[in-house]
């Protein structure tokens, strides 16, 4: 599901930032922050921090009928949108299949205990940044970068598949063999 909302996050924003100038040129203030507002908070439920604030003071400009710096702020918001939605695009063709890859080198175990209970937290909460912790994880574990982009956890969370994650997160040890993390 939240794959899916990405996508259509992609889709439906891929000009946001070209309509609410066309709205704001024609008059359509009230259109204008209204998607303004959508955009705000799709993506702060999305964690696009940056997307959202530049959102919500757009918003807030067209609220108040202040229409100083809109354009600037609207050229701001380009940037990030265009870098969120190519990376929600890479989700479209992100493999689907699990590949199995082998068993990962040990390194401190204090820092791979905490890094892998902090990626096991994001992953049930279901977060984003999950990607960031199976990297860093993955890291800490010294794979190689093919080991790391073949593993069936990466890949899973590429997918937005959490419940694959978690799965994977509590089946096997690393030692084994198997694709636990």
């Given at each position: 599901?939240?794959?899916?909302?990405?996508?259509?996050?992609?889709?439906?924003?891929?000009?946001?930032?070209?309509?609410?100038?066309?709205?704001?040129?024609?008059?359509r203030?009230?259109?204008?922050?209204?998607?303004?507002?959508?955009?705000?908070?799709?993506?702060?439920?999305?964690?696009?921090?940056?997307?959202?604030?530049?959102?919500?003071?757009?918003?807030?400009?067209?609220?108040?009928?202040?229409?100083?710096?809109?354009?600037?702020?609207?050229?701001?918001?380009?940037?990030?949108?265009?870098?969120?939605?190519?990376?929600?695009?890479?989700?479209?063709?992100?493999?689907?299949?699990?590949?199995?890859?082998?068993?990962?080198?040990?390194?401190?175990?204090?820092?791979?205990?905490?890094?892998?209970?902090?990626?096991?937290?994001?992953?049930r909460?279901?977060?984003?940044?999950?990607?960031?912790?199976?990297?860093?994880?993955?890291?800490?574990?010294?794979?190689?970068?093919?080991?790391?982009?073949?593993?069936?956890?990466?890949?899973?969370?590429?997918?937005?598949?959490?419940?694959?994650?978690?799965?994977?997160?509590?089946?096997?040890?690393?030692?084994?063999?198997?694709?636990?993390?």
């Amino acid at each position: 599901m939240l794959r899916r909302l990405i996508l259509s996050f992609a889709e439906g924003n891929r000009d946001a930032v070209a309509q609410m100038a066309q709205l704001i040129a024609d008059g359509r203030t009230q259109d204008a922050h209204r998607a303004a507002h959508t955009l705000k908070g799709v993506a702060a439920s999305l964690e696009l921090p940056r997307i959202a604030a530049l959102a919500g003071r757009i918003e807030g400009r067209l609220q108040d009928g202040d229409g100083a710096g809109i354009d600037g702020l609207l050229a701001e918001l380009a940037g990030p949108l265009d870098a969120a939605i190519a990376a929600a695009d890479s989700l479209a063709t992100a493999a689907v299949a699990p590949r199995p890859t082998a068993p990962a080198p040990t390194g401190d175990s204090a820092l791979i205990a905490q890094l892998r209970g902090h990626l096991r937290d994001q992953v049930r909460r279901r977060s984003m940044a999950a990607r960031a912790s199976f990297d860093a994880l993955a890291e800490a574990l010294q794979l190689d970068r093919v080991a790391m982009d073949d593993h069936p956890v990466r890949r899973a969370l590429l997918r937005l598949d959490y419940a694959a994650a978690d799965a994977l997160l509590d089946g096997a040890q690393p030692e084994t063999g198997q694709p636990g993390i």
